[in-house]
């Protein structure tokens, strides 16, 4: 009887830890920039971004980190009401076409308040503490700059005076902390806080940057917009704008899955399996290669990945055929999907070609190297015939990312 009650009463102690750790549990969906200009984008965003959050998991949370819209004060109205449709719970960040371009910098916020409230505010979920902060300062009419207001400050020591320090701290905003004119203030603020992370959108590629100070570290992640390059490029089978972004990421956001006592995350391209966090090239192969400039100087049997979420701290490895785990190296070049997309836009305007084909808007894309790009030699035997790769990307920040492929090498 003694046996069966320990056993019991263990049960329920299990049990109870068990519940008290869901409780801490949740998934955040940290989507940039959809910006809506016309009523046809309200279209191709109801078709791919919301029709996949619709079927996504209802007890997520999904923060839009700014630019839901293109200068439009009069769209406002149509994006809440595609928000609330969704099953999730939301919060909106403002983003600096989100403002009235009109007035001093505190009226650029009256049509974004009328319809979402205040642009800065803090909400507690699990055992994370998000800040929401509105760092785009008016510079006049149109002009703006990254930059916390001194009030903005003031309020956010008022909050961290009231936060645990074993609480996690998320900061929302729509320009990157690192393009933010005084992040300096921000982390005399969080001396002494230890791993924090801030979430941004604005730049239409996807970034991670540590940024450092006293005691504290700052996962900044710019998370990509779900528009990719503005909806331009050419259109898929179903009429949807390809535009793939600055660093070779297509349309997409970042999946975070928080617990008590930190978080991991990956990125997730809109409409593409959830598996799909790279490109992994293996050049030699495709023959258009010889005509793209950046990439006809590869060597056969050079294998280039970008790492959708990748930085400074990422560790990336390949195995080929199943066999031992080598480390690539991380280097600067241009995208490879990228270079070919600028080769055929070149050749379109200068040779007389189609590209984009009618109907699709040139992706207004730039010859920029790419600081998630990763590289290693094929060894020998691996230069020709039939091989599997596996890539795997891990770092301390609770990234992952896998990849594979086949390739074939015909002699």
């Not at 920029?368 to 890539?391: F, N």
């Amino acid at each position: 009887m003694r046996k069966f009650v320990c056993t019991v009463l263990t049960l329920f102690l299990v049990m109870g830890i068990s519940e008290a750790g869901n409780r801490f549990r949740f998934t955040l969906n940290a989507i940039g920039d959809i910006q809506i200009d016309h009523y046809y984008e309200f279209d191709y965003a109801g078709r791919t971004i919301f029709a996949e959050l619709l079927g996504s998991e209802p007890s997520a949370i999904n923060l839009f980190l700014g630019d839901q819209v293109n200068g439009r004060m009069e769209d406002h109205p149509a994006f809440k009401a595609h928000a609330d449709l969704l099953p999730q719970e939301y919060h909106v960040v403002i983003g600096n076409h989100d403002r009235d371009v009109a007035g001093t910098a505190e009226g650029q916020e009256e049509s974004f308040r009328k319809y979402f409230g205040s642009p800065d505010y803090t909400f507690l979920k699990g055992n994370v503490q998000f800040i929401v902060l509105n760092n785009v300062f008016g510079l006049g009419p149109r002009n703006y700059e990254g930059r916390f207001r001194e009030d903005q400050l003031e309020w956010i020591r008022s909050i961290l005076k009231k936060t645990p320090a074993k609480r996690q701290i998320v900061f929302a905003m729509h320009i990157p902390l690192a393009s933010t004119k005084n992040t300096g203030a921000l982390l005399s603020l969080l001396r002494g806080r230890g791993d924090i992370l801030c979430i941004s959108g604005h730049t239409h590629n996807v970034q991670r940057r540590i940024i450092e100070g006293d005691g504290v570290r700052i996962n900044d992640i710019s998370v990509g917009a779900t528009c990719g390059h503005w909806w331009t490029g050419e259109r898929d089978w179903e009429g949807i704008p390809s535009a793939i972004q600055a660093y070779g990421a297509p349309r997409g956001y970042f999946v975070f899955d928080f617990n008590k006592k930190g978080y991991e995350f990956r990125f997730k391209g809109v409409g593409l399996d959830e598996g799909k966090q790279m490109s992994i090239e293996v050049c030699g192969i495709d023959p258009a290669e010889n005509d793209v400039d950046s990439l006809a100087i590869r060597a056969r049997g050079d294998v280039y990945v970008s790492v959708y979420g990748a930085c400074s701290e990422t560790e990336v490895e390949i195995s080929i055929d199943g066999g031992h785990w080598m480390p690539m190296s991380r280097t600067t070049r241009m995208d490879h999907n990228v270079a070919r997309i600028l080769t055929v836009n070149h050749l379109s305007k200068h040779k007389g070609t189609k590209y984009p084909s009618t109907f699709s808007r040139r992706n207004p894309l730039r010859r920029t190297p790419s600081p998630q790009v990763y590289t290693i030699t094929l060894p020998r035997e691996a230069q020709s015939g039939i091989h599997s790769i596996r890539i795997k990307a891990r770092d301390p920040w609770g990234f992952k990312a896998e990849g594979s492929r086949t390739y074939y090498f015909a002699e």
